[in-house]
C-alpha cells in the first residue's frame, strides 16, 4: 500500500531537525593556471567513506552535489518527502548517496522518517492507549506466518492491527516487517541509527510506535476516489479516536466543482452519523497535494473534525 504524505496548508511539514556525525574536513592543495597565467592555489576536500546503508527522506534542503563539497557542482535538488537511498557516511559528515551515480548530501539535507512521530494526528508513547482501537490482535504464531509478500499486501486497517500486536508484546518486536521496505524493523532501525544519532536514541520499541503513528496518520491522508474508501478512514479516525485529520478527495466525477463537492461531503459526513452515530464538521479547498512516492495532483484538500 502506498503512503501518502500531504503537502498543502492543512497539515504540517515535517520539523525533525537531523543531526550530523560530526567531523573535522581536511584539505589538500593543488596548483592551477589561472587566466593571466599566474598560478593559482586550489582545495580539494578530502575524505573517506563509512558504508551505511539507509532510506532517508529529502527535506527543504535536499540538494545533491558531485563531491561532498559546497564548492563542487550541485547535481539536482531533490523535493521534499523522497526516499533517498544512502550508501555511506563520509569523514566530514556527508551523506554519500546512489541516484543513477554516486553523489553526496550535506548532513542537514536528509531525515529519518521514523525518528519522530511528533506531526502525526496521533501520536504519544502509552502502548494500551494507542492501541485501544485495534481489536482481535494476531498471536503468536500467527505473526511469524506472515512474509514480505504477506505484508504488502494487507490493506491499512489489517496492517495497523499487525503492528499492535507486536507492540502489545504477542512476538518480538525484531520480526516485525515495515511494509514500505518489507524489511525486518531491526535491520531497519539498525541501519537508520547509524546515521541519526535522534534515532539511536531511541528503543526499538520507540522506534515502532513513531512508525506505526506515522503510518496511521498517512493512512488518512488519501488522495481518496470514492466515497467507501473515505469512509473507511473516517472509521479508523473514529476507531483511534482522532479529533482532526486532513485529507485529499479526487473524483473525477467531481473534479473541480465545489457544488457537488459539498453535496458528496454532506452525504458521507450524515451516513457516518447514522452508521456510527458520529459527527464530523468539513472544510474544504480544491488545490495541489503532493503523494509521499513524489507524484502531485489536483483535488480536494478536506480537513475533518470530529464533534464531541
Given at each position: 500500500?502506498?503512503?501518502?504524505?500531504?503537502?498543502?496548508?492543512?497539515?504540517?511539514?515535517?520539523?525533525?531537525?537531523?543531526?550530523?556525525?560530526?567531523?573535522v574536513a581536511s584539505f589538500?592543495?593543488?596548483?592551477?593556471?589561472?587566466?593571466?597565467?599566474?598560478?593559482?592555489e586550489t582545495y580539494a576536500?578530502?575524505?573517506?567513506?563509512?558504508?551505511?546503508?539507509?532510506?532517508?527522506?529529502?527535506?527543504?534542503?535536499?540538494?545533491?552535489?558531485?563531491?561532498?563539497?559546497?564548492?563542487?557542482?550541485?547535481?539536482?535538488?531533490?523535493?521534499?518527502?523522497?526516499?533517498?537511498?544512502?550508501?555511506?557516511?563520509?569523514?566530514?559528515?556527508?551523506?554519500?548517496?546512489?541516484?543513477?551515480?554516486?553523489?553526496?548530501?550535506?548532513?542537514?539535507?536528509?531525515?529519518?522518517?521514523?525518528?519522530?512521530?511528533?506531526?502525526?494526528?496521533?501520536?504519544?508513547?502509552?502502548?494500551?492507549?494507542?492501541?485501544?482501537?485495534?481489536?482481535?490482535?494476531?498471536?503468536?504464531?500467527?505473526?511469524?506466518?506472515?512474509?514480505?509478500?504477506?505484508?504488502?499486501?494487507?490493506?491499512?486497517?489489517?496492517?495497523?492491527?499487525?503492528?499492535?500486536?507486536?507492540?502489545?508484546?504477542?512476538?518480538?518486536?525484531?520480526?516485525?516487517?515495515?511494509?514500505?521496505?518489507?524489511?525486518?524493523?531491526?535491520?531497519?532501525?539498525?541501519?537508520?541509527?547509524?546515521?541519526?544519532?535522534?534515532?539511536?536514541?531511541?528503543?526499538?520499541?520507540?522506534?515502532?510506535?513513531?512508525?506505526?503513528?506515522?503510518?496511521?496518520?498517512?493512512?488518512?491522508?488519501?488522495?481518496?476516489?470514492?466515497?467507501?474508501?473515505?469512509?473507511?478512514?473516517?472509521?479508523?479516525?473514529?476507531?483511534?479516536?482522532?479529533?482532526?485529520?486532513?485529507?485529499?478527495?479526487?473524483?473525477?466525477?467531481?473534479?473541480?466543482?465545489?457544488?457537488?463537492?459539498?453535496?458528496?461531503?454532506?452525504?458521507?459526513?450524515?451516513?457516518?452519523?447514522?452508521?456510527?452515530?458520529?459527527?464530523?464538521?468539513?472544510?474544504?479547498?480544491?488545490?495541489?497535494?503532493?503523494?509521499?512516492?513524489?507524484?502531485?495532483?489536483?483535488?480536494?484538500?478536506?480537513?475533518?473534525?470530529?464533534?464531541?
Amino acid at each position: 500500500m502506498r503512503r501518502t504524505k500531504l503537502n498543502t496548508k492543512l497539515n504540517t511539514k515535517w520539523k525533525a531537525a537531523f543531526a550530523l556525525i560530526a567531523a573535522v574536513a581536511s584539505f589538500a592543495t593543488a596548483q592551477t593556471v589561472g587566466g593571466n597565467g599566474q598560478l593559482l592555489e586550489t582545495y580539494a576536500v578530502e575524505f573517506t567513506v563509512t558504508e551505511n546503508k539507509a532510506v532517508l527522506y529529502s527535506n527543504d534542503k535536499t540538494k545533491v552535489y558531485k563531491q561532498p563539497d559546497v564548492n563542487s557542482e550541485v547535481v539536482t535538488v531533490i523535493a521534499p518527502d523522497i526516499p533517498v537511498n544512502v550508501t555511506g557516511i563520509t569523514s566530514n559528515g556527508w551523506f554519500q548517496v546512489s541516484l543513477n551515480g554516486t553523489y553526496y548530501v550535506m548532513g542537514d539535507g536528509l531525515i529519518s522518517k521514523n525518528a519522530s512521530s511528533a506531526n502525526a494526528v496521533v501520536s504519544g508513547t502509552d502502548i494500551k492507549k494507542l492501541t485501544k482501537g485495534t481489536f482481535s490482535f494476531y498471536k503468536n504464531p500467527e505473526l511469524g506466518d506472515f512474509d514480505a509478500d504477506d505484508i504488502e499486501d494487507m490493506d491499512e486497517n489489517t496492517y495497523i492491527k499487525y503492528l499492535d500486536s507486536f507492540l502489545m508484546g504477542y512476538a518480538m518486536l525484531e520480526d516485525c516487517i515495515l511494509q514500505d521496505s518489507g524489511k525486518n524493523l531491526k535491520e531497519v532501525y539498525e541501519s537508520e541509527a547509524k546515521v541519526d544519532k535522534n534515532v539511536a536514541a531511541l528503543s526499538m520499541q520507540g522506534y515502532l510506535i513513531n512508525y506505526r503513528n506515522n503510518y496511521l496518520s498517512d493512512s488518512l491522508a488519501g488522495p481518496f476516489r470514492n466515497d467507501r474508501d473515505l469512509k473507511l478512514a473516517l472509521n479508523r479516525a473514529i476507531r483511534y479516536d482522532i479529533q482532526k485529520f486532513g485529507t485529499v478527495y479526487r473524483n473525477s466525477s467531481i473534479g473541480s466543482d465545489e457544488t457537488k463537492v459539498k453535496k458528496a461531503m454532506e452525504t458521507v459526513v450524515n451516513e457516518m452519523k447514522a452508521e456510527q452515530g458520529v459527527s464530523f464538521t468539513c472544510r474544504m479547498e480544491y488545490g495541489d497535494y503532493k503523494t509521499s512516492d513524489g507524484s502531485e495532483g489536483k483535488g480536494w484538500i478536506i480537513e475533518f473534525t470530529k464533534k464531541d
